[in-house]
């Protein structure tokens, strides 16, 4: 079906709403869980929308897949055990696998659909799936760490969709507990945390239930991420213990990223004032 118009993002609640030029519709279902969309667009490559959100496009996903990944694995001592939390793209699953050190990824996304229709639409993003080190799961991440054991995992990634239907349990004080309860001392979480602009009551209330969890240090990151509400987002880092950037590591990286280095680790810590304000 040949469409030459436009899929907007409209969101009602912050008064905002994003378009991409559209070509075709080249997929659509619903699966147990989300109205599940592809497009292919003039300047973005495909598209892939979730309950009408924009999810991740051709064009511009490494901007997000390497600031959910690379941030908090430089700042791990020595992460070897990662949990992707959703991540059904498998954009966070390719990087995470970057890393040498890393001997285990388990990726679990309550949706099948999603990474059985990237591997079709967004190939590249799969192209990791089948390391050795890679299992994937089709079950809830919310019962998943839940019902871990204790020190069974180094850095929990949250790669879900926005705190609403199945994502929702993932924003709350007991899923957080159920995460501090699972990583080992050094551990640490890192959550795609919406953006600082439209939602800081949000990311406020996830940095508070954080802290009454267990977690003592936070650290929210900033990066661009155009098809998404604002086109800037942010990542929170919650760990047990004092967290510290392996410069020298991240600088040593044998490994190509289009967005992520040394210099961009610091500046997406930098904390703007209004959000220091806020949190201080
Ligand atoms: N980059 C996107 C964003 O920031 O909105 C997220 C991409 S990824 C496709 C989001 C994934 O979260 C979806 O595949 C969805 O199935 C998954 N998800 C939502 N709730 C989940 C849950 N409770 N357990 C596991 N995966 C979940």
Redesign the pocket.
């Given at each position: 079906m040949n469409l030459s118009h436009w899929f907007t993002e409209e969101v009602a609640a912050t008064g905002t709403a994003f378009s991409l030029k559209i070509t075709q519709k080249l997929h659509e279902e619903h699966s147990d869980?989300?109205h599940l969309e592809i497009y292919d667009t003039q300047t973005f490559g495909k598209l892939m929308t979730?309950d009408g959100c924009t999810?991740?496009s051709t064009r511009d996903n490494f901007f997000?897949h390497e600031m959910m990944s690379h941030p908090a694995l430089f700042l791990h001592p020595n992460p070897k055990r990662v949990w992707i939390?959703?991540?059904?793209?498998c954009g966070t699953l390719r990087e995470v696998l970057k890393h040498p050190n890393v001997e285990q990824v388990v990726q679990?996304?309550?949706?099948e659909r999603?990474t059985r229709l990237a591997e079709v639409y967004f190939p590249e993003l799969c192209e990791s799936n089948k390391d050795p080190r890679a299992q994937l799961k089709f079950i809830?991440?919310?019962k998943w760490v839940k019902d871990a054991l204790p020190n069974s995992v180094d850095l929990i990634i949250v790669?879900?969709?926005?705190p609403v239907g199945?994502?929702e349990?993932?924003f709350g004080e007991r899923f957080y507990r159920d995460c501090v309860a699972c990583l080992s001392d050094d551990g640490l979480l890192v959550q795609?945390s919406e953006s600082a602009l439209l939602h800081l009551k949000l990311i406020g209330e996830m940095r508070e239930a954080m802290k009454k969890s267990g977690f003592s240090h936070l650290q929210t990151l900033f990066f661009p991420q155009c098809i998404?509400p604002s086109g800037w987002w942010s990542a929170t880092i919650a760990s047990k213990a004092a967290l510290t950037f392996r410069q020298q590591d991240c600088e040593a990286k044998t490994f190509d990223t289009l967005y992520y280095n040394a210099d961009i680790h610091h500046a997406a810590t930098a904390q703007p004032e209004f959000f220091k304000k806020a949190f201080a």
């Amino acid at each position: 079906m040949n469409l030459s118009h436009w899929f907007t993002e409209e969101v009602a609640a912050t008064g905002t709403a994003f378009s991409l030029k559209i070509t075709q519709k080249l997929h659509e279902e619903h699966s147990d869980f989300q109205h599940l969309e592809i497009y292919d667009t003039q300047t973005f490559g495909k598209l892939m929308t979730i309950d009408g959100c924009t999810m991740v496009s051709t064009r511009d996903n490494f901007f997000y897949h390497e600031m959910m990944s690379h941030p908090a694995l430089f700042l791990h001592p020595n992460p070897k055990r990662v949990w992707i939390i959703g991540g059904g793209d498998c954009g966070t699953l390719r990087e995470v696998l970057k890393h040498p050190n890393v001997e285990q990824v388990v990726q679990i996304d309550i949706d099948e659909r999603v990474t059985r229709l990237a591997e079709v639409y967004f190939p590249e993003l799969c192209e990791s799936n089948k390391d050795p080190r890679a299992q994937l799961k089709f079950i809830d991440g919310i019962k998943w760490v839940k019902d871990a054991l204790p020190n069974s995992v180094d850095l929990i990634i949250v790669d879900s969709t926005d705190p609403v239907g199945p994502a929702e349990g993932l924003f709350g004080e007991r899923f957080y507990r159920d995460c501090v309860a699972c990583l080992s001392d050094d551990g640490l979480l890192v959550q795609q945390s919406e953006s600082a602009l439209l939602h800081l009551k949000l990311i406020g209330e996830m940095r508070e239930a954080m802290k009454k969890s267990g977690f003592s240090h936070l650290q929210t990151l900033f990066f661009p991420q155009c098809i998404y509400p604002s086109g800037w987002w942010s990542a929170t880092i919650a760990s047990k213990a004092a967290l510290t950037f392996r410069q020298q590591d991240c600088e040593a990286k044998t490994f190509d990223t289009l967005y992520y280095n040394a210099d961009i680790h610091h500046a997406a810590t930098a904390q703007p004032e209004f959000f220091k304000k806020a949190f201080a």
